[in-house]
């Protein structure tokens, strides 16, 4: 298990098989994520011989920025290489009112929690390329550390919305939100981490039984089964009425509104009729909708509606006293829909090279 992916238990049962008492433990958490140093020859209050085994144990590896993308923008977009020759994004919102329409300076971090992904989406590039992997718990905390020494800002909201199906990695998941949350970690509070799922109904049923408070946003996409499962293949498995039930157990368990992320795309799902709809099913449950304008995707046909139509629809939701947001552009011009970098630099790379 890589350093990062380590509990404060799992380094005091570590260095206790290395024959260490339990305090290096403490020392070694507030060199990870107090001072952020990962070079153990830097830590210099556990002994010489300590640092040499945990060297070999746990050599230090740090995701390596490959590409960044919109540098002093509200919307910045990391290309991170992970250690096996995988990529993955990570997008920073700074100074925004984000994801909730909430007017604030918050600066937000979106994650990956997978390498690509395989729930196929119909608007979303990560899927484009196939499934590789999951990410382990380390690499999920990892982006954090890496987006805010990369930008020089706190960050005080985190999202799962990157690559992949965070539901769908759910132990490695959970344990990463238990570090970020944790004292001895970076301290962020379990209501400012929302995690974000296609629908995975079993798994939202299992969420809602962990501790912490955690909040969650469900892509819906269409207040229809027939607009939904043509947007999202996984509403053939978990239709509306199944997730709809789930939700409804998430909200009575939690005592916490969900958040309904709504991609507005052109001619597929923008129509008043489906707005009338999603107002009822935001109604039933006291949700949140988030209208967020389809980005365009090389590969993909679906584009964004226009203005009015988007104010249209969101005039629609407001009328029918359904609490809804329509976010402005963030990162359209720097394709920060999820793994368009990655396909965008994976394209540039395997192209032939220039007759010398």
Not at 182 to 197: D, E, I, K, N, Y
Request: with cysteine; proline share 5%; glycine share 8%.
């Amino acid at each position: 298990m890589d350093l990062l992916s380590l509990t404060k238990e799992d380094w005091e049962v570590r260095l206790g098989e290395m024959g260490q008492p339990k305090f290096r433990a403490k020392q070694i958490l507030e060199w990870l994520y107090r001072r952020r140093v990962r070079d153990w020859a830097e830590m210099t209050n556990l002994p010489a011989p300590l640092r040499e085994g945990l060297e070999k144990a746990f050599p230090p590896v740090v995701l390596a920025r490959v590409r960044e993308a919109g540098a002093g923008d509200a919307t910045r977009k990391f290309l991170f290489g992970l250690a096996d020759g995988q990529r993955i994004e990570s997008v920073l919102l700074s100074a925004s009112p984000a994801f909730y329409g909430e007017a604030s300076d918050r600066r937000t971090v979106c994650l990956s929690s997978q390498v690509g992904c395989a729930y196929g989406c119909k608007f979303c590039a990560s899927g484009l390329d196939g499934w590789k992997r999951n990410l382990t718990a380390g690499e999920m905390v990892d982006q954090f550390l890496q987006v805010e020494a990369l930008s020089g800002e706190k960050i005080n909201n985190i999202v799962f919305m990157g690559m992949g199906e965070p539901l769908a990695n759910f132990d490695n998941l959970m344990r990463a939100i238990g570090i970020l949350n944790a004292q001895w970690g970076p301290g962020l509070g379990a209501r400012h981490m929302t995690v974000s799922t296609s629908g995975l109904v079993p798994q939202i049923r299992q969420l809602a039984d962990q501790p912490l408070q955690v909040r969650l946003a469900v892509s819906l996409h269409g207040a229809t089964d027939e607009v939904r499962s043509r947007i999202m293949p996984v509403n053939k498995k978990y239709p509306l009425g199944e997730l709809l039930e789930a939700c409804e157990e998430y909200v009575r368990k939690k005592k916490q509104r969900i958040t309904f992320e709504y991609i507005l795309i052109r001619d597929v799902n923008d129509m008043p009729a489906q707005a009338a709809l999603l107002a009822g099913l935001t109604r039933r449950l006291n949700a949140k909708i988030n209208l967020i304008p389809c980005n365009a995707v090389g590969g993909l046909d679906w584009r964004r509606p226009e203005e009015d139509r988007q104010e249209a629809f969101l005039a629609v939701l407001r009328n029918a006293g359904a609490l809804a947001t329509l976010r402005r552009e963030k990162g359209h011009d720097i394709a920060a829909a999820c793994g368009q970098l990655r396909l965008q630099v994976q394209a540039q790379e395997q192209k032939p090279a220039p007759p010398a």
